[in-house]
């Protein structure tokens, strides 16, 4: 059976971003704000610690019926027995991960362009993430910033997968990108070099309120 997940308000927990020591914090002051999925980031991280990280975050948020996903690392995503999968265009195949972690799994891949999503398969995906939207210096290898313009090309060559936008969202841009037909925003630095996380995650929850409200003519 298929793992129910929401992308509406993503967390990318990029431990580049937080380090170990306070991502429990983190993680709990953001789900109680309104984060409903996220992913753990740890490119640099030794794969024994992120999986001890990953089943410790897994551990806070199953109680609260959170999806974690794991960023790139298939592997790890097994050893954590996390809900899926986020994968970029240099990692393993859609579909390669879908046959490693089984068809329950929730499986997502970035695409930045329409050229990126050339041969790309949607049947084997559970979501999209397109951008970035805006210039980010979260992420090193980011492509160029595509707006919201870009967003709505690469979201209707996948009509019938969610698409979850990233880069550079903050809670003043949100509701625009919303309105975009953005199914969620992932959102990295805004939350996780926020003071309090839930106050930052409720902002963003009132943007997406807000974008969701039919518009008076």
């Known amino acids: 059976m298929k793992r129910p997940f929401d992308p509406s308000l993503y967390l990318i927990l990029d431990l580049a971003l ?50 974690l996903i794991v960023n790139d690392d298939v592997a790890a995503a ?24 089984g068809e329950d799994a929730v499986i997502g891949l970035s695409i930045g362009s329409p050229a990126e999503a050339v041969g790309v398969d949607g049947a084997i995906l559970d979501y999209v993430s397109i951008g970035p939207i805006h210039r980010t210096s979260t992420k090193s290898d980011a492509g160029p910033a595509i707006g919201i313009e870009g967003f709505d090309r690469v979201r209707r060559l996948f009509p019938d997968l969610p698409a979850v936008a990233i880069g550079g ?12 037909g953005a199914a969620g925003l992932a959102v990295a ?26 518009r008076v003519s």
Do not use: W
């Not at 999925?37 to 999986?51: H, I, S, Y």
């Open 18 to 67: 937080v380090g170990p020591g306070p991502v429990d914090r983190l993680v709990t002051s953001a789900m109680a704000g309104g984060v409903t999925l996220v992913q753990l980031r740890g490119k640099a991280v030794p794969t024994r610690e992120l999986c001890e990280l990953g089943t410790r975050i897994k551990t806070l948020l199953a109680p609260h019926r959170v999806p």
């Open 78 to 101: 097994l050893a954590i027995e996390a809900d899926g999968v986020h994968l970029g265009q240099d990692d393993l195949p859609p579909a390669a991960a879908r046959r490693i972690l």
């Open 189 to 214: 630095s805004a939350l996780c070099y926020a003071v309090e996380p839930a106050l930052a995650a409720r902002a963003f929850r009132s943007r997406i309120a807000i974008a969701a409200r039919p």
């Open 169 to 180: 969202i903050t809670p003043d841009n949100a509701a625009d990108i919303i309105r975009a």
